[in-house]
Each structure stands twice: as structure tokens, then as C-alpha cells.
């Protein structure tokens, strides 16, 4: 399995206040994602990341921010959590594998965050 | 702009029997394609890839999937269901010069006993 760890994994927080979600690899892979799972609505890209301080906005960006100072963290911030944010945030990562240039992308476990 | 179409978003068939999961995707150019399981309360799992080697591409646990051009298509099937097979299956498409994956809705496969 690809070493991917996000913490926390579990969150209760309330509105207003904001929140950190972290994403940590060791396959030294220069992409780095985050996505949001929401029921009905399958994968969506909240950011991305191609190189250390290298980032862009996905499909739903709006109330969250990322950084990236390292190769191997990637975290996401909720600036102010609203009730809309509540979802399972997912951390992947890619890069060039072998020669079939495929650039899979591997999962960690999630975090579910829930905003009361 | 690449999208992609997986029909149904519940099937449902008995243990034992033929597993046939549809995708279909919008290319001028072959690209990259994979399938992905969700098992619940987990991440997701690469469980087989397209990368134009061969059309018929065998993936983990006896599923495996077809790449067909003239059809645009890449559906997912297994000979045989089991009841550990239920889970969520997302088919995602990957342009050429693109690093990024276009995602299905996903199809959650149900498996009766």
C-alpha cells in the first residue's frame, strides 16, 4: 500500500471556527490532492498540488485553502467551517510510474469532519 | 472537455453471477483509464488500469475490464460474484498531457445471497 496518513480522521467542529486536515506521504510523489465524498455527488476536487509550493484550485475551492512547504505534506484548511463542509475529505497522490506513464492516483483512508 | 458515464448507480446481482459494471467515457484520443473499489468507511483501491498495452486488462480479485475504442467504453466484470465484492466502484479517465482524473459518479455493486 502506498504510504499515505491523513489526520485527523475523525472531527467534530462547530461553524465558524476553522480547521486544519492534514495529508502526509513517503512515496516522495510530486502530485497531491484533495477531494471531498459527498453522497450523490462521488469525487470532487477541492486542490491540488504539483511541486512544494505549487498549487491550484479544483472544482469546489471556494472556503478552503491549501499548502504545501514540503514534499511530503499537503494540508487543507477550512478557513471558517460551514455546515456545507461537512463531508469525508480524501488525500491522493500521483506521479510517473514506470513506463506506462499512467499516473494513477493512491488514496489514503480519509478524514470525516462534521461541522454542528 | 473529458467526461465520464458510469450507468447505474446501484446494481444489484446474487452471489455467483456475472458482475458487469458499465463505463463509458468522451475521448478523441485513447487515454489512460482506471476502475477504483470503495469499501465502506475506507479510501480508495486502484483495482486495475488501461494504459493502451493490451484491450483486456486483469485487475485484483478476478475482476477485469475491456477497453473497446469504437464504443468508447471500459466496463468492469467479474465471472463469478462474491459477497465481499459489495462495495463502491468508480471508473475515472485520464487524458493524454493531462495528470489529472475525470471521476464517474460511481456504481455501488449489492450482492444478494
Known amino acids: 500500500d502506498a504510504g499515505i496518513t491523513q489526520s485527523p480522521r475523525h472531527k467534530v467542529t462547530e461553524t465558524g471556527t476553522p480547521v486544519t486536515l492534514r495529508c502526509h506521504q513517503t512515496?516522495?510523489?510530486?502530485?497531491m490532492y484533495w477531494y471531498r465524498q459527498d453522497p450523490g455527488h462521488g469525487l470532487r476536487l477541492i486542490h491540488y498540488?504539483?511541486?512544494?509550493?505549487?498549487?491550484d484550485k479544483g472544482e469546489v475551492s471556494d472556503g478552503y485553502s491549501v499548502s504545501r512547504s514540503k514534499t511530503e505534506d499537503f494540508l487543507l484548511t477550512l478557513e471558517s467551517a460551514t455546515s456545507s463542509q461537512t463531508s469525508v475529505y480524501f488525500c491522493?497522490?500521483?506521479?510517473?510510474?514506470?513506463?506506462?506513464?499512467?499516473?494513477?492516483?493512491?488514496f489514503g483512508p480519509g478524514t470525516r469532519l462534521t461541522v454542528t | 472537455a473529458q467526461s465520464v458515464t458510469q450507468l447505474g448507480s446501484h446494481v444489484s446481482v446474487s452471489e455467483g453471477a456475472l458482475v458487469l459494471l458499465r463505463c463509458n467515457y468522451s475521448?478523441?484520443?485513447?487515454?489512460?483509464l482506471f476502475w477504483y473499489v470503495q469499501y465502506p468507511n475506507q479510501g480508495l483501491q486502484l483495482l486495475l488500469k488501461?494504459?493502451?498495452?493490451a484491450t483486456l486488462v486483469k485487475g485484483i480479485n478476478g475482476f477485469e475490464a475491456e477497453f473497446k475504442k469504437s464504443e468508447t467504453s471500459f466496463h468492469l466484470t467479474k465471472p463469478s460474484a462474491h459477497m465481499s465484492d459489495a462495495a463502491e466502484y468508480f471508473c475515472?479517465?485520464?487524458?493524454?498531457?493531462?495528470?489529472?482524473?475525470?471521476w464517474g459518479a460511481g456504481t455501488k455493486l449489492i450482492i444478494k445471497p
Open positions: 491522493a497522490i500521483s506521479d510517473l510510474m514506470g513506463t506506462a506513464s499512467s499516473y494513477e492516483q493512491y
Open positions: 512515496e516522495n510523489h510530486r502530485y
Open positions: 498540488s504539483y511541486g512544494v509550493k505549487d498549487t
Open positions: 475521448s478523441s484520443v485513447p487515454p489512460y
Open positions: 488501461y494504459t493502451s498495452a
Open positions: 475515472a479517465v485520464r487524458s493524454r498531457g493531462n495528470y489529472q482524473l475525470i
